[in-house]
C-alpha cells in the first residue's frame, strides 16, 4: 500500500473520530433546573393559559410558549413581537416538559437522528435547544400576527419542527394543541378554576336566558373553529 494511500485512510480515520466527538459533545446535556410555577419557571416546557373572550366560549383555545433551558418562557404575543420571561395573558395554568434526548441537534447531515434528515436540513438544524429558541424567536419577530392563521401555536410548532422532536419535522399548530392539552399537566387546582369558571359562567347565563339554541350556537362556534384549523393546516396552508 502506497505512502499517499495510508496518509489518506489515517486522515479520513481521524476527521471520523473527530466528528464521532463533536456529536457526543453537542449531545451532552446538562441537567435542567425543576419547574418553579411560582418564579414562572418552565425549562424545556410547552405552556398553556387561557385567552380572554375566546377561552370563554371555546376552552380548549388557548395561548402557548415554550421555556428555554433555564425556564424563561418565549411566547409569539403580537406581530413582530416575541415575549421574554414575561407570558402573555396571565400566568401558565398547564404545562408539559419535553424530553432533550428525543430532539436532533446534528453536526452533519450523517449524523442526523431525525426520521426526515434532508427534510430537517432545510428547514434549518442547530446545535441546542437554546439556539433553536434563538433563532425562531429572531424569524417571528419579523412575522405579522393573527389569530386563526399565524399564531402563538404556529411559533411554538416552528420550535418543534427545528428541534425535530420525536423525530418528527411535520409539527402544526393543531398537533401542538393536542400534545399540551392531552400530555400536559395542571400547575394547580386555581389553574383549572380560572381556565373553566368563565366557560360555564358563560355557559349557565346563555342557557339560562337563550335556552338550548344557545347551547347549540356554541356547539356550533367551536365545530366552525375546529373546522377551519383543520382546513388551514392541512389544505390551504400545503398547498401554499
Request: charged residues 15%; contains cysteine.
Amino acid at each position: 500500500m502506497s505512502p499517499r494511500l495510508v496518509t489518506s485512510i489515517e486522515i479520513e480515520a481521524v476527521n471520523a473520530d473527530e466528528d464521532i466527538r463533536d456529536t457526543q459533545r453537542l449531545n451532552t446535556l446538562w441537567p435542567l433546573d425543576q419547574v418553579d410555577p411560582k418564579k414562572a419557571k418552565f425549562p424545556c416546557c410547552i405552556v398553556w393559559t387561557p385567552l380572554p373572550i375566546v377561552s370563554w366560549l371555546a376552552p380548549f383555545i388557548g395561548h402557548v410558549g415554550i421555556g428555554r433551558e433555564d425556564g424563561n418562557v418565549l411566547d409569539f404575543a403580537g406581530s413582530n413581537f416575541v415575549n421574554v420571561d414575561n407570558f402573555a395573558y396571565g400566568a401558565v395554568a398547564r404545562y408539559l416538559q419535553l424530553d432533550r434526548e428525543q430532539c436532533c441537534f446534528p453536526p452533519n447531515l450523517s449524523a442526523h437522528t431525525c426520521k426526515q434528515p434532508y427534510r430537517h436540513a432545510e428547514l434549518g438544524t442547530a446545535i441546542s435547544w437554546d439556539d433553536t429558541l434563538q433563532s425562531n424567536m429572531q424569524h417571528f419577530q419579523h412575522k405579522y400576527y393573527n389569530l386563526f392563521t399565524c399564531n402563538c401555536h404556529v411559533f411554538v410548532a416552528a420550535c418543534l419542527n427545528q428541534l425535530a422532536y420525536r423525530g418528527s419535522v411535520h409539527w402544526n399548530m393543531l398537533n401542538v394543541a393536542a400534545l399540551i392539552l392531552w400530555k400536559g399537566q395542571w400547575v394547580d387546582g386555581m389553574s383549572v378554576f380560572r381556565s373553566f369558571s368563565p366557560f360555564t359562567a358563560v355557559l349557565f347565563v346563555g342557557i339560562l336566558v337563550a335556552g338550548w339554541p344557545f347551547l347549540i350556537g356554541m356547539a356550533a362556534f367551536s365545530s366552525l373553529l375546529i373546522g377551519w384549523f383543520i382546513v388551514w393546516t392541512y389544505c390551504i396552508k400545503i398547498s401554499d
